[in-house]
């Protein structure tokens, strides 16, 4: 099975800080030693990933830092990352989203599902995706 990232995934990865670091960790290790494994990402979740990132730092961090970090993440993946280039349309949503902060869940999981690809995520909120498994914990998370 092969995978799309979702933003929250890489926060959680990308710091050590943050409550689901060490479930992720264990997961992206797991999935790595898979020899027909890939974890794509695509522009929104690396997108989501630099900002998230600038903001939980207070502004401390640059966009070129951030950037970087996550350019380090990605070359840790080496063979078994893609980048997934995003070919769907930005208007068709499936039947559960509903609201403003469902849109980009819902258009990542298409975009993986278009493409025979889990999407996957900490989100329990996103019906069918693949919830990368471990302690789910999320009004003790204070590092979205």
Same mark, same amino acid.
């Given at each position: 099975?092969?995978?799309?990232l979702d933003v929250n995934? &890489?926060?959680?990865?990308?710091?050590?800080?943050? &409550?689901?670091? #060490?479930?992720?960790?264990?997961? @992206?290790?797991?999935?790595?030693?898979?020899?027909?494994?890939?974890?794509f990402t695509s522009a929104?979740?690396?997108?989501?990933? @630099?900002?998230?990132? @600038?903001?939980?730092?207070?502004?401390?961090?640059?966009?070129?830092?951030?950037? %970087?970090? $996550?350019?380090?993440? &990605?070359?840790?993946?080496? /063979?078994?990352?893609?980048? $997934?280039? #995003?070919?769907?349309?930005?208007? %068709?949503?499936?039947?559960?989203?509903?609201?403003?902060? *469902?849109?980009?869940?819902? !258009? $990542?999981?298409?975009?993986?599902?278009? !493409?025979? $690809? *889990?999407?996957?995520?900490?989100?329990?909120?996103?019906?069918?995706?693949? &919830?990368?498994?471990?302690?789910?914990? /999320? /009004?003790?998370?204070?590092?979205?």
């Amino acid at each position: 099975m092969n995978y799309l990232l979702d933003v929250n995934v &890489l926060v959680a990865w990308g710091w050590a800080d943050h &409550l689901d670091h #060490d479930r992720v960790v264990h997961w @992206i290790a797991a999935m790595m030693k898979k020899r027909n494994t890939i974890l794509f990402t695509s522009a929104i979740p690396q997108l989501g990933f @630099i900002r998230i990132s @600038i903001q939980r730092c207070g502004g401390q961090l640059t966009v070129k830092l951030a950037s %970087e970090v $996550l350019a380090g993440m &990605l070359a840790v993946l080496g /063979k078994s990352h893609r980048f $997934l280039a #995003d070919d769907q349309a930005s208007g %068709e949503f499936p039947h559960w989203c509903q609201a403003a902060g *469902q849109t980009t869940d819902a !258009h $990542l999981f298409q975009l993986a599902t278009a !493409h025979g $690809l *889990q999407h996957a995520t900490l989100d329990t909120g996103i019906s069918r995706a693949f &919830l990368i498994p471990g302690t789910v914990d /999320k /009004k003790h998370n204070p590092n979205p």
